[in-house]
């Protein structure tokens, strides 16, 4: 069956990076763009972006250009999001979905605090 | 962007009884392809979401057909016909149309 598994919960400082990686298994890992999505605790669902597995194109949020870059392993079937400049407002669960938006990560938990 | 607007926010329900929540967009959701890609997401307390229907009325595989999907344009509707315990938590409209994909604010069904 289709498994999107993310790493783990990360604790960050203001002014610091995170990454995040997403294994994709079960289906063809070229065949879907990668999704990336957050939810602030407590709060609703927002889109960061895409990339294409195949041509490593990237399409993001204009809230979010210039500090997200999105990348992609297919030896191994993973994508990563990596976020720079963190803010107290990054604190966010951030998933990764796949397929037309039927295959969901468990979701990272990412706690920004100095 | 596109801003899709959910009513009601907070859905008590009894169990064994029919919901209803409506999704509104901004703009609307008719692809130059022809198909709208207006989807429905729940989502339980700690868990992932699921979609549940995709462009409008399509049921998912293992949704129960209790859940149904319809509308155009810019307005959009999940009803469930007869609601179960398992069927609390966040229910999110999600449309693709347009870039970015844009969320409801989401909509919180409880059991009275």
């Known amino acids: 069956q289709v498994q999107l598994v993310q790493s783990g919960a990360e604790v960050k400082k203001p002014g610091a990076s995170v990454k995040v990686s997403c294994k994709a298994s079960?289906?063809?890992?070229?065949?879907?763009?990668m999704h990336w999505v957050r939810q602030a605790p407590g709060q609703g669902l927002e889109w960061m972006g895409w990339?294409?597995?195949?041509?490593?194109?990237?399409n993001s949020a204009q809230k979010f250009q210039g500090r997200v870059t999105m990348t992609r392993d297919t030896s191994i079937s993973t994508a990563y999001m990596e976020l720079s400049r963190l803010r107290s407002d990054d604190t966010a669960v951030y998933f990764c979905?796949?397929?037309?938006?039927?295959?969901w990560g468990q979701g990272t938990l990412v706690t920004v605090s100095s | 962007d596109v801003v899709m607007t959910q009513s009601p926010l907070s859905l008590p329900v009894t169990l064994g009884q029919p919901a209803s929540i409506s999704c509104r967009s901004s703009?609307?959701?008719?692809?130059?392809?022809?198909?709208?890609?207006l989807n429905w997401f729940h989502q339980r307390p700690g868990q992932s979401p699921r979609r549940l229907i995709y462009?409008?009325?399509n049921r998912d595989s293992g949704v129960p057909d209790r859940f149904s999907g319809s509308g155009s344009g810019t307005d959009f509707t999940l009803k469930i016909s007869r609601v179960e315990a398992g069927d609390v938590g966040v229910y999110y409209c999600?449309?693709?149309?347009?870039?970015?994909?844009?969320f409801g604010q989401g909509t919180r069904l409880e059991i009275k």
């Open positions: 999600m449309e693709a149309t347009h870039w970015p994909p844009a």
């Open positions: 990339i294409n597995p195949n041509s490593g194109d990237t």
């Open positions: 462009k409008v009325s």
């Open positions: 703009q609307s959701l008719v692809h130059s392809d022809g198909n709208t890609y």
């Open positions: 979905l796949s397929g037309s938006y039927n295959y």
């Open positions: 079960g289906y063809t890992f070229n065949d879907y763009f």
